[in-house]
């Protein structure tokens, strides 16, 4: 195709140091940066929603069944059937519900949730954070226990060992009522936990799921179903199954679900930085619809002789769109491999540490997904695609005459 082979050596012709080759040089600069800076904040963005997603998935359950209270029958059936689903690793009932935990002079209202045995056994959630003392919930010759948050058992001035008193936030609203003492249970601090996780750390204690719903007064009620997956991305398709064991009066939510406002957000913090510096690419072709322009203004001669020789008006609009093509592509590539190579330092040797004091994490989280590579590719390619055409269109009105008259 002789047509790539000129526009490849108008390219390599440029040896000569003018406004036209800096221009171009510009060009293909800006979109190297632009590429490269993609490339670098879409893996950010990755790192980031898949740190959030770990620290979110390794507490809370895949799947979570919720509104049971209209099922008619033994609800033990359900955990029974629910085992028997291929990808369910574990499924246990919890119960959940508002406290005040004291100890001395201190106070905390806080979500005290039971366990039941099943997910007990398992080694996520409360069980995996486990900082101090150990996990161990179950009642001991009448003793009630309970896991306390780290910056709970801080405010509440209890450690390993310790025994502090919990009323529940319901009790405490009858007592008021009927103008009488409410009464706490003394529970003892079998283990502290540290989830990294504000929602959990500063909110959350936990206990057996028999001494919750005695606290909360739920007799042999529950207040849904945990379940645990042996794989995260068969959530989607494990939740109709799931469904059509609780009834449609259930409510059954993925972790995704529970979670859905905060994915929305990142999502649209990503779109939002993708389209921001998506125009750094954008003014880059800019300036390559310029370069072009001069370009073909500068080979008129060029032209005209090409036609003259028989080249076609195709030939030559497809002349100056590889060479615009050429130029974004020499900057997209480059930018790619910029983009990478930043990336790779980073999960590598850690050029940008974080303060652990500070951050949950010590590094920039990175992740590199070569969807991210072909999404980022082909923007740049149709937006030099784009720039390229207008040049090229007027080369071909070019008259053949009109420029070798006054050439």
Known sequence: MFEFFIARRYIKSKHK??????????SSLGVMIGV?????????????GSLVTKL????????RVSNLNQFEGDKSVLIEEINKLNKVESAGFYAEGKI?????????????????????????????KIISGEFDVENDKGIDKIILGLPIALRLSARVGD????????????????????QARPY?????????????????????????????????????????????????KVKPEIQSIVGEQATVST???????????????????????????AVATFNILGSLTMSVIEKKKDIALLRSMGATKKSILRIFMFEGILIGLIGTVTGMLIGYFICWLQLTINFYPLDPTKYIINSLPVVLKWSDFFAVGFAA???????????????????????????
């Open 17 to 26: 140091v003018n406004f036209i080759t800096i221009i171009t040089l510009l």
């Open 56 to 63: 979110l998935v390794e507490f809370d359950p895949h799947i």
């Open 100 to 128: 005040i935990a004291l100890n001395n002079k201190s106070y905390e209202i806080i979500n005290l949730k039971g366990i039941d045995k099943n997910l007990q056994s398992t080694d996520w959630g409360v069980k995996s």
């Open 36 to 48: 490269a800076a993609l490339i670098v904040m879409l893996s950010v963005f990755n790192g980031f």
């Open 188 to 236: 003892l601090v079998t283990g502290l936990f540290e989830a990294k996780n504000k929602e959990y750390d500063y909110n959350f204690a936990f206990t057996s799921l028999p001494s919750a719903q005695n606290m909360l007064a739920l007799r042999n009620n529950i207040t849904g179903i945990e379940i645990r997956l042996d794989n995260i991305s068969s959530s989607e």
């Open 381 to 407: 390619f149709f937006l030099t695609f784009l720039a390229s055409l207008y040049p090229a269109k007027k080369a071909v009105k070019i008259s053949i005459t009109e420029a070798i008259k006054w050439e």
């Open 255 to 281: 972790w995704y679900d529970l979670h859905k406002d905060l994915y929305n957000i990142m999502l649209i913090e990503r779109w939002g930085a993708y389209l921001l510096l998506a125009l750094i690419i």
């Open 163 to 182: 025994t502090i008193f919990v009323s529940s936030a319901a009790s405490i609203e009858r007592s008021i009522l009927s103008l009488s003492i409410p």
